[in-house]
């Protein structure tokens, strides 16, 4: 069964930090550009932040930039997202999405493979 597998979500009080991972289980990411994407209670999904094959480039929303940082870890098949000085406004459900479109790819349409979703809790 192919998926994504988030983990390291939970309750963080303003200015904190956690890390996001994002397995893969029989799915080798080193072939699929990914991304990070969250959606909050009553509002749409957003772009997070995304990342290249090899990890080279990255884009990140204006929201996070400065603060969020992704990276992916091929060998062990594992993508990150490394938050830091977080705002309540970053309360969300997360989620790892996999294409194999080339490059950095930031419409979620475009991804092919999606993870469960991780919750993440800031409180001010």
């Known amino acids: 069964q192919v998926q994504l597998v988030e983990s390291g979500g939970g309750l963080v009080q303003a200015g904190g930090f956690l890390r996001l991972s994002c397995a893969g289980s029989?799915?080798?990411?080193?072939?699929?550009?990914m991304g990070w994407f969250r959606q909050a209670p009553g509002k749409e999904q957003e772009f997070v932040a995304a990342i290249n094959l090899s990890g080279s480039s990255t884009y990140y929303a204006d929201s996070v930039k400065g603060r969020f940082t992704i990276s992916r870890d091929n060998a062990k098949n594992t993508m990150y997202l490394q938050m830091n000085s977080l705002k309540p406004e970053d309360t969300a459900v997360y989620y790892c999405?996999?294409?194999?479109?080339?490059?950095?790819?930031?419409?979620?349409?475009?991804?092919?493979?999606w993870g469960q979703g991780t919750q993440v809790t800031v409180s001010s």
């Open positions: 029989g799915l080798t990411l080193r072939s699929y550009a």
């Open positions: 999405a996999g294409t194999q479109l080339p490059g950095v790819v930031v419409r979620s349409s475009q991804y092919a493979y």
